[in-house]
């Protein structure tokens, strides 16, 4: 009985096992309801009826006057390649919600590799996240008066636990 019951959860192990690595499907983005890979079509349902996309070179595509959650974001900029589907995508957001959105970027993905750079131009100050699925970057830039915050996400190429 013993050796029956071993062998029953060795089967049931081993076809979890598969379920996984088989029925993985897409990685999701950093942002919900999008994924890695996702095709043009899908991003562009994802952003939902209003102002279309435009096209701003070939793959890029920018969106003005959008919504992450309920924060404002004045342009949006997605990469989507023919065949790799939804590659890089970026957020340009006002200055005042950076606190914000930093604050919940460290929330979910704990504290980040933070760095200045100072000339004198310009100041930059960066922010990464690595996920294991997502390279999160996020640059306020300040020149010649103005400020900028962006955040990007991309797929990450390297895993952490891999070091």
Request: glycine share 8%; charged share 20%.
């Amino acid at each position: 009985m013993k050796v029956l019951r071993q062998l029953q959860n060795l089967l049931i192990t081993a076809f979890l096992g598969l379920l996984l690595a088989y029925g993985a499907g897409r990685v999701d983005a950093c942002v919900e309801g999008l994924a890695w890979g996702m095709p043009f079509e899908q991003v562009a349902i994802h952003l939902g009826e209003g102002q279309a996309l435009s096209q701003e070179q070939a793959g890029r595509y920018v969106k003005r006057d959008v919504f992450l959650d309920r924060l404002p974001v004045s342009q949006a900029t997605f990469e989507v390649d023919p065949e790799q589907g939804l590659t890089n995508l970026a957020y340009e957001f006002a200055i005042d919600d950076m606190t914000e959105v930093l604050a919940g970027l460290r929330a979910q993905h704990g504290p980040p590799l933070s760095t200045s750079l100072d000339h004198e131009s310009h100041n930059d100050q960066v922010w990464v996240w690595n996920t294991g699925e997502d390279l999160i970057t996020a640059v306020k830039s300040e020149a010649a008066g103005q400020q900028a915050f962006l955040i990007s996400y991309r797929p990450s190429r390297l895993r952490p636990e891999m070091l």
